[in-house]
C-alpha cells in the first residue's frame, strides 16, 4: 500500500576496512594490544650489568705495635780531636798513615827534636850554675848570721848577705821552671794523638814548617766505636718523649741511601731546651758500631721507639680515609660488595693505623681503590702490585 520496501544492502568488498576490523577476534586483538603495550621495554627488559672496581685489600690484626717517631738525623762521633802543635818545628817523620785507626798516645807526627835539646841543655847549665851560687851565698848568710852576733858586721852587710842568698835561690827557681818548659817542649815535638779513633786527612807531610798553636789542625781524629746520631723531634711530640724516657727508649737508625737494614741503639742524650727558631728539641741516640757501618756525616733515616703496645688492632694506614664525619674505612663483605664503617683511630704513622673502635681482628677491610667505590658496590680483588684495571 503505501509503504517503501526496505533498500537492498549491497555487498562490501572484502578489502575494506569494514570487512578488517571484523576479521580480527577478540583474543587476537588483546594479545595485539599488550604487545603494542609492552613494545617500547622490551630493548631494556634485560639490565646491563656494571662493571667491578678492582681494589686491593688486607685483613685487619692485632698485633704488638711500637709507639715511634720518625725523623732523620746525622751521624758525629762521641769524640773529636782537632790535632795541631804546641811548639813550632819542620816535620821530621810521619807515625801513621791516613784512615789508620790510632790508640790514644800514639806518636803521629815528629818535628827536628835538635833545638829543643839545645835549649834543654841550656836551661840546665843556667840552674847548675844558680845552684852553685845559691849554695856560696847561703853559706855567706849564715857566716854573716854568726859575725852578726858577735857584732863584727854592721847589720847592714848582714842584710846584704842575706839578700843576694834569698835572690840566689829565687833564680835557681826560675832556672828550674825553664827546665821543666825546655823539656815539655822536647815532649811536644812528637806530636801524639790526644784519643783512640780514626785518623782523618793530614794536612803536612814531612820537611813541613809547622807553627806553633796555629788552629789550623794538621790532622783530626773522631772516635767511631761507640758513636752518635743527632735528631730533632717537634715540639707537640715533646710530652711523649718525657713519659718515656726513663724507659729505656731505643733508637733504629737505616742509611738514606736504601739499606734495608736498621742499626739499633739506645736514646742518650734529651736536650734541655727547644730551639726558638725551629720549634724542635735535639735528641741523640748512641750506637756500638763495632762493625764500622755508621760514618760522622752519614744522614740517616731515625726511628725513635719509645713504648711497644702489645695488643693493638691495626690495619694499613692507606686504608683510611678521613670524611667531614671523622674517619672511616671501606669494609669487604662475603658477597664481593663493600660497607662503609666508621671507625676512631688513636694513632697512625705512614704505615699503620691503631684502631681505638669501629672494627674487628679478622675484617678485611680495602687499601687502594676506595676512591673509586661506594657503599654497596661490588669490587674485585686483587694482588698488590696487579694491573688495577678490571
Same mark, same amino acid.
Given at each position: 500500500m503505501g509503504s517503501e520496501a526496505p533498500a537492498p544492502l549491497l555487498p562490501r568488498r572484502p578489502g575494506s576496512p569494514s570487512c578488517r576490523l571484523r576479521a580480527w577476534s577478540a583474543p587476537a586483538l588483546c594479545a595485539a594490544l599488550l604487545a603494542l603495550v609492552l613494545l617500547p621495554g622490551c630493548g631494556g627488559g634485560k639490565s646491563q650489568r656494571q662493571p667491578r672496581v678492582a681494589v686491593t685489600v688486607a685483613r685487619v690484626e692485632r698485633r704488638a705495635v711500637p709507639l715511634q717517631i720518625i725523623t732523620t738525623g746525622t751521624i758525629e762521633p762521641v769524640e773529636t780531636a782537632n790535632v795541631g802543635s804546641q811548639v813550632g818545628g819542620v816535620v821530621q817523620r810521619l807515625g801513621f798513615t791516613e784512615?789508620?785507626?790510632v790508640a790514644a798516645g800514639h806518636v803521629l807526627i815528629e818535628?827536628?827534636?835538635?833545638p829543643f835539646r839545645a835549649a834543654l841543655e841550656q836551661a840546665?847549665?843556667?840552674?847548675?850554675?844558680?845552684?852553685?851560687?845559691?849554695?856560696?851565698a847561703r853559706l855567706d848568710a849564715e857566716r854573716a848570721d854568726r859575725l852578726l852576733e858577735q857584732n863584727l858586721i854592721s847589720p847592714s852587710?848582714?842584710?846584704?848577705?842575706?839578700?843576694?842568698?834569698?835572690?840566689?835561690?829565687?833564680?835557681?827557681?826560675?832556672?828550674?821552671?825553664?827546665?821543666?818548659?825546655a823539656r815539655l817542649n822536647l815532649e811536644f815535638s812528637s806530636i801524639r794523638?790526644?784519643?783512640?779513633?780514626?785518623?782523618?786527612?793530614?794536612?803536612?807531610?814531612?820537611?813541613?814548617?809547622?807553627?806553633?798553636?796555629?788552629s789550623d789542625a794538621l790532622v783530626t781524629i773522631n772516635r767511631v766505636t761507640p758513636i752518635r746520631v743527632t735528631f730533632t723531634v717537634p715540639q707537640d711530640q715533646i710530652p711523649l718523649v718525657q713519659r718515656y724516657r726513663n724507659g729505656a727508649p731505643r733508637v733504629f737508625v737505616r742509611a738514606s741511601s736504601g739499606d734495608s737494614a736498621e742499626v739499633a741503639g739506645r736514646l742518650s742524650f734529651v736536650d734541655n731546651a727547644v730551639d726558638p727558631a725551629t720549634g724542635t728539641l735535639l735528641l741523640k741516640g748512641e750506637f756500638p758500631n763495632r762493625d764500622g757501618r755508621l760514618w760522622p756525616g752519614e744522614f740517616v733515616g731515625v726511628r725513635? %721507639?719509645?713504648? %711497644?703496645?702489645?695488643?693493638?688492632? %691495626?690495619v694499613p694506614a692507606p686504608a683510611v680515609t678521613n670524611g667531614q664525619q671523622g674517619a672511616y674505612v671501606y669494609v669487604l663483605n662475603p658477597d664481593s660488595t663493600t660497607?662503609?664503617?666508621?671507625i676512631r683511630v688513636s694513632r697512625a704513622d705512614?704505615?699503620?693505623?691503631?684502631?681505638?673502635?669501629?672494627?674487628?681482628?679478622?675484617?678485611? %677491610?680495602?687499601?687502594?681503590?676506595?676512591?673509586r667505590i661506594s657503599p654497596g658496590a661490588r669490587v674485585l680483588v686483587r694482588k698488590a702490585g696487579q694491573d688495577s684495571r678490571p
Amino acid at each position: 500500500m503505501g509503504s517503501e520496501a526496505p533498500a537492498p544492502l549491497l555487498p562490501r568488498r572484502p578489502g575494506s576496512p569494514s570487512c578488517r576490523l571484523r576479521a580480527w577476534s577478540a583474543p587476537a586483538l588483546c594479545a595485539a594490544l599488550l604487545a603494542l603495550v609492552l613494545l617500547p621495554g622490551c630493548g631494556g627488559g634485560k639490565s646491563q650489568r656494571q662493571p667491578r672496581v678492582a681494589v686491593t685489600v688486607a685483613r685487619v690484626e692485632r698485633r704488638a705495635v711500637p709507639l715511634q717517631i720518625i725523623t732523620t738525623g746525622t751521624i758525629e762521633p762521641v769524640e773529636t780531636a782537632n790535632v795541631g802543635s804546641q811548639v813550632g818545628g819542620v816535620v821530621q817523620r810521619l807515625g801513621f798513615t791516613e784512615g789508620q785507626d790510632v790508640a790514644a798516645g800514639h806518636v803521629l807526627i815528629e818535628l827536628d827534636p835538635r833545638p829543643f835539646r839545645a835549649a834543654l841543655e841550656q836551661a840546665r847549665g843556667t840552674l847548675a850554675r844558680d845552684l852553685a851560687q845559691w849554695h856560696s851565698a847561703r853559706l855567706d848568710a849564715e857566716r854573716a848570721d854568726r859575725l852578726l852576733e858577735q857584732n863584727l858586721i854592721s847589720p847592714s852587710d848582714h842584710d846584704k848577705a842575706t839578700a843576694a842568698a834569698e835572690a840566689y835561690r829565687a833564680a835557681v827557681q826560675a832556672d828550674s821552671g825553664s827546665v821543666a818548659s825546655a823539656r815539655l817542649n822536647l815532649e811536644f815535638s812528637s806530636i801524639r794523638a790526644p784519643i783512640t779513633g780514626r785518623s782523618g786527612k793530614l794536612n803536612v807531610h814531612v820537611g813541613d814548617l809547622v807553627k806553633a798553636g796555629t788552629s789550623d789542625a794538621l790532622v783530626t781524629i773522631n772516635r767511631v766505636t761507640p758513636i752518635r746520631v743527632t735528631f730533632t723531634v717537634p715540639q707537640d711530640q715533646i710530652p711523649l718523649v718525657q713519659r718515656y724516657r726513663n724507659g729505656a727508649p731505643r733508637v733504629f737508625v737505616r742509611a738514606s741511601s736504601g739499606d734495608s737494614a736498621e742499626v739499633a741503639g739506645r736514646l742518650s742524650f734529651v736536650d734541655n731546651a727547644v730551639d726558638p727558631a725551629t720549634g724542635t728539641l735535639l735528641l741523640k741516640g748512641e750506637f756500638p758500631n763495632r762493625d764500622g757501618r755508621l760514618w760522622p756525616g752519614e744522614f740517616v733515616g731515625v726511628r725513635l %721507639v719509645l713504648t %711497644v703496645q702489645p695488643d693493638a688492632l %691495626v690495619v694499613p694506614a692507606p686504608a683510611v680515609t678521613n670524611g667531614q664525619q671523622g674517619a672511616y674505612v671501606y669494609v669487604l663483605n662475603p658477597d664481593s660488595t663493600t660497607t662503609l664503617r666508621p671507625i676512631r683511630v688513636s694513632r697512625a704513622d705512614d704505615v699503620t693505623a691503631v684502631v681505638a673502635s669501629g672494627l674487628k681482628p679478622g675484617e678485611v %677491610v680495602v687499601t687502594d681503590g676506595q676512591f673509586r667505590i661506594s657503599p654497596g658496590a661490588r669490587v674485585l680483588v686483587r694482588k698488590a702490585g696487579q694491573d688495577s684495571r678490571p
